[in-house]
């Protein structure tokens, strides 16, 4: 359970599996039909949820070679400001955390531990860029990075288009948009030296007001030998409603230090 939490509330941004295909050996388009990408992107952005909160209920599924765990997750998110992530087992709340643009904090009751701190800790600990956006896109279905800020090498593939970074250094990244509404299909980042890899695919999306939102996030993961799948099935998606986030970390517990 404690690494179901950690997991959790660090979104699986420690890096995952992904299809080699994704990110190693699209045939690349030449730079000069950059103004293809430019288009797509644009389109992408056009599509972005306009919203001020967002309320979730999940069922998350957690599985690896040793166990496998259900939980529900309830999420609120206001744009760009904060994100509370309250976790429950049995109707039980078992861990919470409060994230913002600047601070990470979570606890969690099975080892009585919490932690406090900022984005660069993180980034250090799990070797993987990780920020209040990167969290944010993924829960929404969007992608990770800025893509007006990119480079990229474009393929069209049978899923749509499939954009690869070229500025990405020693880490891989690749987006799969599809060809009718330019939203994520899925989205992998690898880094080879390290052996991590992440692919997040999304599927069954809901058309709100607001705009459409996966109902289905399936997580594949694997670092060095460990291998990891989450899902995330979307029961209950509510928006623009007026949100409380209350957080305060028990009494008593003990707090992790991350060198």
């Given at each position: 359970?404690r690494?179901?939490?950690?997991?959790l509330?660090?979104?699986?941004?420690?890096?995952?599996?992904?299809?080699?295909?994704?990110?190693?050996?699209?045939?690349?388009?030449?730079i000069?039909?950059?103004?293809?990408v430019d288009?797509?992107?644009?389109k992408?952005?056009?599509?972005?949820?306009?919203?001020?909160?967002?309320?979730?209920?999940?069922n998350?599924r957690?599985?690896n070679?040793?166990q496998?765990?259900?939980v529900?997750?309830?999420?609120k998110?206001?744009?760009?400001?904060?994100?509370?992530?309250?976790?429950?087992?049995?109707g039980i709340?078992?861990?919470?955390?409060?994230i913002?643009?600047?601070?990470?904090?979570y606890y969690?009751k099975?080892n009585?531990?919490?932690?406090?701190?900022d984005f660069?800790?993180l980034t250090?600990w799990?070797?993987?860029?990780l920020?209040?956006?990167?969290?944010q896109?993924?829960?929404?279905?969007?992608a990770?990075?800025?893509?007006?800020?990119?480079?990229?090498a474009?393929?069209?593939?049978?899923?749509g288009?499939?954009?690869?970074?070229?500025?990405?250094?020693?880490?891989l990244?690749?987006?799969v948009?599809d060809?009718?509404?330019?939203l994520?299909?899925?989205?992998?980042i690898?880094?080879?030296?390290?052996?991590?890899?992440?692919d997040?695919?999304y599927?069954?999306?809901?058309?709100?007001?607001?705009?459409s939102?996966?109902?289905?996030i399936?997580i594949?993961?694997?670092?060095?030998?460990?291998?990891?799948?989450i899902?995330?099935?979307?029961t209950?998606?509510?928006?623009?409603e007026s949100l409380?986030?209350?957080?305060?970390i028990?009494?008593g517990?003990k707090?992790?230090?991350?060198?």
């Amino acid at each position: 359970m404690r690494k179901i939490i950690a997991l959790l509330f660090i979104l699986v941004l420690v890096s995952c599996k992904t299809k080699q295909a994704a990110v190693t050996t699209t045939p690349e388009i030449p730079i000069s039909k950059g103004l293809a990408v430019d288009e797509i992107i644009a389109k992408h952005y056009q599509a972005q949820l306009v919203f001020s909160t967002i309320y979730i209920k999940s069922n998350v599924r957690f599985s690896n070679e040793k166990q496998t765990q259900n939980v529900t997750a309830e999420i609120k998110i206001k744009k760009d400001e904060q994100i509370l992530v309250s976790v429950r087992f049995l109707g039980i709340t078992m861990a919470k955390a409060l994230i913002t643009p600047t601070s990470v904090s979570y606890y969690e009751k099975i080892n009585g531990t919490y932690f406090e701190g900022d984005f660069s800790g993180l980034t250090q600990w799990l070797g993987a860029d990780l920020d209040f956006s990167k969290i944010q896109n993924m829960l929404l279905g969007e992608a990770f990075d800025n893509l007006q800020k990119g480079k990229y090498a474009f393929a069209k593939i049978d899923e749509g288009f499939e954009l690869n970074d070229l500025n990405a250094g020693k880490m891989l990244k690749s987006f799969v948009l599809d060809n009718k509404n330019f939203l994520i299909q899925e989205q992998a980042i690898a880094q080879p030296e390290q052996d991590r890899m992440m692919d997040v695919s999304y599927a069954d999306r809901k058309l709100f007001n607001e705009g459409s939102i996966p109902t289905q996030i399936l997580i594949h993961a694997l670092q060095a030998k460990d291998k990891t799948e989450i899902s995330f099935n979307y029961t209950t998606i509510t928006f623009n409603e007026s949100l409380s986030f209350p957080y305060s970390i028990p009494n008593g517990y003990k707090r992790i230090i991350i060198k």
